[in-house]
């Protein structure tokens, strides 16, 4: 507003500002980095040949099409899921004092926590598990396996059977690689498959059901009725397509299964934001002139992002979960270490060298457990509904 | 617009969607390469013969020599006269493939349907009613348990335990055994209780769910300062309004009661059922019956849909079916 | 192909074993039991004409016998017919007296085969889709044109095959070597429609009922995805034929056999532990423990199959693969008994040709031997590729090959994304190139079916003529026609060295070979040694030749020559009846329960 002093007579009842101008701070900030990833992408992609890292200092790491999905997508949980907890103290407070209640809630953060940290250091700091044929199938520490299973022991054997060894705490596979590095890769794998998957299906589900509530009429019937071929769509048929032609990659697992998911979240999100767009803050919104993206982007989205959150928490595992079956049905990605990969090559020696298969089930296991338990816990501190 | 308008609207709708999603599917089909053919024309040519001569067999054999477009018309003509063709990948009829493939889904499916229902449900209304005690942590656990473990790696760990090492169950499925007597019994335990352990969790979470919303409430309050036991609360007061929504759930798992087939338990414990058959027929490029699986899971999902949603209105009177 | 690998055993299969020295039983065994194999796929029809799969192959040959068996001596032993030829290039058939069929078709006899050839396998437009259909065609040298071979019956039971050309191991090849017939009466009805549909849902054909007393075993039962059940056949016709060994005189002596299809290996394996099946192919990193159990035989037997390390030669591989020096030098680079030790447990045979071992066709004299003891090594490696690459821009900075620009040369090798033990050989040959060689080798994973699109099949570009084409794979010279995609090595593929017909080889020896999609130009006409080993009837020529070509191969290394992989099978420890020989299944309807 023009002027040095705001009085009734200099305003101007015609001016309104532009679309632009309700973009917060925070949304001017997730543009700018955006733009600076997309620059960053282009510049590794056209500029850098393929052989050179990326980044040399202080670790190399040459970037790659899953790693640049997954730096985007944390920047937006970053911009989106941390930043707006960090600017409403109070609510973010209160939130937690309902999550704390729920004790294994609290244990399963903590751990989520320490897996998310260590996937993101651990591939930059161990190396990428190679083969050794002569440290296959060493058992993990402080036990011992029949002497015929592996080739070479490198415990010793005693009475006739290979004793594990503290160079190899949880044992080796088949092909010689140490199994404590395959589930530190596996850590970073099944966070990408679960974080990057699960924000593509938030993200166009949310749009979708919102628009799809909010506009009513035509726009919700065709919306829905895609949505209902969207969900019997079979994208397995697609993604065993592209496995035939191109061999199995995680990018197209994500890609595929991310981009043709959200029909569910789609559903739920309309049903919510039905019972949403009758409030009175909306008609408040509009008869100040509010428009239809604004209305969608600052009052439904943010009221109905409960039930979203909490339905994240869960699709999460499910990717994961999803990959490691497909995995299991040789229909992966056999260039990722992902745990899937290890349950899958391990599946066949279960009756000797079970332990190839189960650590990593344990800590498939284990993520899967916490996500649940988190999504519960989730659910009942953010559900309104719910009297205290 | 009346009620049953809107439901012939939405069951025609299913017929579009389903021819939609066949064609989709014989699209696919049709232009994935087949490895079979490449795997025999390599083979012909090693042998010193021909591998044009070994092509042309392959498409006679598979009738792909004639026009897409002619093909295309035949298979959804045929789908459409329930005329579902000859599988090849099973030289049986495509409808004999899937009519012995049901019933051994079905012997599984049943008293996994049945059991995470009642299971899930018993666990989710105590867990809702007993919130953060510790028996609540001990069910929540062992339903999550359940969801959590990676339904092949548990079947194979139970069959090599209890199957091979101790001996209680046979390791090889014997399909000829009747299919009420004792020895099916037997042989179906593990794969069902791998598969119920799969399933409670969901169940579970969302019954307790909709039994919280009603715990705190007003009414069960007052039949609590009325001297209402625990049990009659639950009966008389929560499980009434939960039961709505509830019973949406079940109305839309109902008829896919017979077809909650799970591929990966049929190919651990060897039960030759729709899953198997139909991720068979995929891996095999056998068009005709992979279009009949497809046919059958699409249009009961769809159904499955229209039927929940039609259920949600008749049952809850609040709703207005109008606003779908 | 389809017989070829069904006889050679192939894991899992009620497979058949024989003795080659008549058995020390003077009493005859006892027909009893259920003998019981599990199987890792199921068969796709039992309408043998329409399929290509062993599986299918093995269910039918329980019921069907076909012509002749060969036995692990290389000896044709007649089942249905026996062959008679002058010169090796006309043979006449004779069926044996009282081959009845069943379902009410009579007797078999000459009529029955001649129709089927004539009609269905040689028809113009192959209507029935009979995929060894290309067999009985060849090339008549007066005309130069692919021809059908003529057939003519000579009497009841006799029938003549004249080929264009002398070919003296004919008896021995998939053609005619346990080839099925079907009764006239059945064909008839689809042959003059060319009705393929009909053909292939045919009830009779789908259910075995015409085989009459033809085979050991009848149809019983097949439940698609569980099991196949045949009875024990008791007009089988082999028991009342005077010429044949004793142990075949109450042939078979199961009561039944079934076929369990159990697709997850552990629980396979597990029924073979626990007794449930009475025989199971075992992977090799298993067969140990298997052999230390009381009520498991494990019996290892050799196979055809080479596992080699194919280089691209052609114009969009790595051009020093093209000198012969460079590839024998690279042929120190890989030790080769690493590969069976440690990655096949000891279940293989270091391969050097393109022949096994054991073959009669393989002579030791003139095999030159790679990979192994002291022609292994860092030093041999290098030395002998430097010397190799002399006059080229590729030298050795230090411990690494460089090229003309002074960067490292990294080569790429491709593997099986479904098949982990191939990835496993792959990152072995990548790291023994690396450190004896200085190349650095990237191992990439594919499809198969991408694989044979993308890189098997070659062809010249858009547009161009290439001066000549031989086939799909072979779609010109090497420096015109290329696949689809770049590739420097690949060891996806295991080839059958055809140790029983040893000329079927010949197309990957040959700049215009069908298979040669690799680019391989040989420097000595092996090709033609070939053509001259299988004209000549005398064996013992033959055998010079052959083995003459063979070391020149091994010589040549036109690819990295492996290993052959062991068939290891588990068997429970009451069945007799079999061996360790190569194609132990050929006798299977005397093996027994003790």
Not at chain 2, 65 to 94: F, I, K
Not at chain 2, 147 to 152: R, W
Not at chain 3, 401 to 424: A, F, K, N, R
Request: hydrophobic share 40%.
């Amino acid at each position: 507003m023009a002027g040095d002093r705001d009085t009734f007579e200099s305003v101007d009842w015609t001016e309104t500002r532009s679309r632009l101008s309700t973009l917060s701070r925070r949304d001017w900030g997730a543009l700018l980095t955006g733009l600076a990833l997309v620059a960053a992408f282009v510049y590794d992609y056209v500029v850098l040949p393929a052989s050179r890292p990326t980044i040399t200092v202080p670790v190399e790491w040459n970037v790659t099409q899953l790693d640049w999905l997954f730096v985007s997508t944390l920047l937006a949980l970053l911009l989106y899921v941390v930043v707006p907890l960090y600017g409403n103290r109070r609510l973010t407070a209160y939130y937690w004092r309902e999550f704390r209640k729920n004790r294994m809630a609290v244990a399963s953060l903590v751990y989520l926590v320490v897996v998310f940290c260590i996937g993101v250091v651990g591939p930059l700091v161990l190396e990428q598990p190679a083969l050794a044929l002569d440290r296959a199938y060493q058992p993990p520490v402080y036990l011992s396996v029949d002497s015929t299973v592996p080739v070479n022991c490198l415990g010793g054997v005693v009475d006739g059977r290979c004793q594990g060894t503290m160079a190899h705490p949880l044992g080796t596979t088949g092909d010689g690689k140490d199994i404590l590095v395959l589930v530190v890769y596996g850590m970073q794998v099944s966070m990408k498959v679960g974080l990057i998957s699960t924000l593509l299906v938030v993200t166009i589900g949310t749009t979708v059901g919102t628009v799809a509530a909010y506009g009513g009429g035509l726009v919700d019937e065709l919306l829905m009725r895609y949505v209902d071929i969207q969900l019997v769509f079979p994208a397995f048929f697609l993604y065993l397509l592209l496995t035939y032609l191109f061999g199995g990659s995680l990018f197209m697992f994500i890609l595929i299964f991310g981009l043709t998911g959200w029909g569910s979240i789609a559903r739920l999100v309309r049903s919510e934001a039905l019972q949403r767009a009758e409030e009175e803050y909306i008609t408040a919104a509009r008869s100040a002139g509010a428009g239809t993206l604004y209305v969608i982007r600052r009052h439904l989205v943010p009221n109905v992002s409960n039930s979203v959150i909490t339905a994240a928490t869960l699709l999460i595992p499910g990717f994961i979960l999803f990959e490691a079956s497909l995995s299991f049905l040789s229909l992966g990605d056999p260039t990722v270490p992902s745990w899937g990969q290890v349950i899958a090559t391990g599946r066949s020696d279960l009756s000797t060298a079970w332990w190839i298969s189960t650590f990593p089930g344990v800590f498939l296991f284990t993520t899967i457990l916490a996500f649940n338990f988190m999504g519960d816990a989730l659910r009942d501190a953010l559900d309104p509904r719910q009297e205290t | 617009m009346s009620m049953r308008w809107y439901v012939v609207r939405r069951v025609l709708w299913a017929v579009v969607a389903t021819f939609l999603i066949l064609s989709i599917t014989w699209g696919l089909l049709a232009i994935t390469p087949n490895p079979a053919a490449e795997q025999m024309q390599f083979q012909a040519a090693a042998s010193g013969g021909s591998a044009e001569a070994a092509e042309e067999a392959f498409e006679a054999r598979r009738g792909l020599d004639r026009s897409p477009w002619v093909r295309y018309r035949e298979y959804m003509l045929n789908m459409a006269t329930l005329n579902w063709g000859w599988s090849q990948s099973r030289s049986q009829p495509v409808t004999d493939a899937i009519a012995n493939a049901v019933p051994y889904t079905a012997i599984y499916s049943v008293p996994t349907t049945i059991l995470s229902i009642l299971v899930g449900l018993s666990i989710g209304l105590y867990s809702a009613t007993h919130q953060y005690t510790r028996t609540d942590y001990a069910a929540t656990f062992f339903a999550f348990f359940g969801y959590a473990i990676p339904n092949f790696w548990f079947g194979i760990i139970l069959l090599l335990v209890f199957g091979v090492q101790l001996g209680w169950f046979p390791v090889v499925f014997d399909s000829d055994a009747p299919f009420l007597s004792l020895a099916m019994g037997r042989q179906l335990v593990l794969p069902v209780v791998v598969l119920v352990t799969g399933t409670i969790a969901g169940i579970m979470r969302y019954s307790r769910a909709e039994a919280l919303e009603y715990v705190e409430a007003e009414f069960v309050k007052t039949a609590k300062a009325k001297g209402a036991d625990g049990y009659r609360i639950l009966t008389r007061h929560i499980l009434r309004p939960a039961a709505v929504p509830l019973m949406t759930i079940l109305v839309g798992d109902i008829l896919g009661i017979f077809l909650a087939a799970s591929y990966l338990v049929e190919v651990v414990f060897g039960i030759p059922g729709l899953g198997q058959l139909s991720y068979n027929a995929i891996l095999a490029q056998d068009t005709s019956l992979v279009l009949g699986t497809t046919l059958i899971f699409t249009f009961v999902s769809v159904i499955g849909n229209l039927v929940q949603d039609v259920a949600y209105t008749v049952l809850d009177p609040r709703i207005d079916y109008g606003d779908r | 192909m389809l017989k070829l690998v069904a006889a050679t055993g192939v894991a899992g299969l009620a497979g058949c074993s024989g003795n080659g020295s008549g058995g020390s039983e003077d009493a005859e065994p006892d027909v009893q039991g259920t003998y019981v194999s599990a199987s890792s796929v199921d068969a796709q029809s039992l309408n043998w004409l329409t399929i290509a799969d062993s599986t299918s192959g093995s269910y039918v040959t329980a019921t069907l016998d076909g012509t002749w068996a060969i036995t692990p001596d290389r000896e044709i032993f007649p089942l249905w017919a026996d062959y008679s030829t002058d010169d090796g290039r006309v043979y006449e058939i004779e069926l044996r007296e009282g081959l009845e069929w069943g379902a009410g078709y009579g007797e078999m006899t000459a009529e029955d085969w001649v129709y089927m050839i004539e009609t269905v396998f040689q028809a113009e437009d192959n209507w029935s889709g009979y995929p060894n259909a290309d067999d009985w065609f060849r090339t008549n040298p007066d005309s130069g044109q692919r021809e059908p071979i003529p057939v003519e019956q000579t009497g009841t039971r006799t029938f003549e095959i004249s080929l264009f050309e002398v070919d003296p191991s004919f008896p021995f090849k998939p053609i005619l070597w346990r080839q099925q017939c079907i009764p006239k009466g059945i064909l008839e009805k689809y042959a003059e429609d060319r009705d393929t549909e009909g053909l292939q849902q045919d009830e009779e054909l789908n259910t075995l009922a015409y085989t009459g007393n033809l085979g050991p075993y009848t149809y019983e039962n097949w439940e698609r995805s569980a099991s196949y059940t045949v009875t024990r056949n008791d007009d089988y016709y082999l028991r009342d034929v005077a010429d044949v060994p004793d142990r075949f005189r109450e042939a078979p002596y199961f009561d039944q056999e079934i076929i369990r299809v159990i697709s997850e290996e552990s629980t396979r394996l597990g029924a073979l532990e626990s007794g449930e099946v009475d025989s199971a192919g075992i992977p090799p990193d298993k067969a140990t423990r298997f052999e230390n159990l009381p009520n498991v035989d494990v019996n290892v037997t050799p196979q055809p199959y080479a596992r080699v390390l194919i280089y691209n030669m052609r114009a969009n591989g790595w051009e020093p693969f093209r000198s012969k020096a460079v590839r024998r030098a690279l042929a120190f680079a890989v030790d080769k008994e690493s590969v069976v030790e440690n990655i096949l447990r000891g279940y293989g045979q270091v391969a050097q040709t393109m022949q096994p071992k054991w073959s009669e066709w393989y002579d030791d004299s003139r095999v030159e031997a790679f990979g192994v003891g002291d022609r292994y090594g860092p030093e041999a490696t290098r030395s002998r590729l430097e010397s190799a690459l002399s006059g080229t821009e590729y030298a050795y900075d230090g411990d690494r090959l460089v090229d003309g620009s002074g960067d490292g040369v990294t080569l790429t090798i491709y593997y099986d994304s479904g098949q982990p033990t191939e990835g496993t050989i792959a990152e072995f040959v990548a790291q023994e190139f690396s450190e004896n060689a200085g190349i650095e080798v990237q191992p990439e994973a594919v499809s198969s079916s991408t694989f044979q699109s993308n890189y098997v099949r070659t062809s010249a570009p858009e547009g161009s003529e290439p001066e000549w084409t031989a086939g799909i794979f072979n779609g010109g010279p090497r420096d015109v026609a290329t696949s689809a995609e770049p590739w420097d090595m690949c060891i996806n593929l295991q080839f059958n060295t055809y140790p029983f017909t040893p000329a079927s080889s010949k197309g990957f020896f040959e700049r215009r070979g069908g298979i040669n999609f690799y680019g391989y130009y040989p420097e000595e006409d092996i090709g033609e040694l070939y053509e001259r080993a299988s004209s000549t009837t005398d064996d013992a020529r033959r055998r010079e030749l052959f083995g003459e070509a063979f070391g020149l191969i091994s010589e040549e290394q036109p690819f990295g020559f492996l290993a052959m992989p062991s068939s290891v099978s588990g068997y429970a420890e009451d069945v007799r009846g079999y061996d360790e020989e190569f194609n132990t299944g050929w006798d299977s309807q005397t093996w027994y329960f003790a």
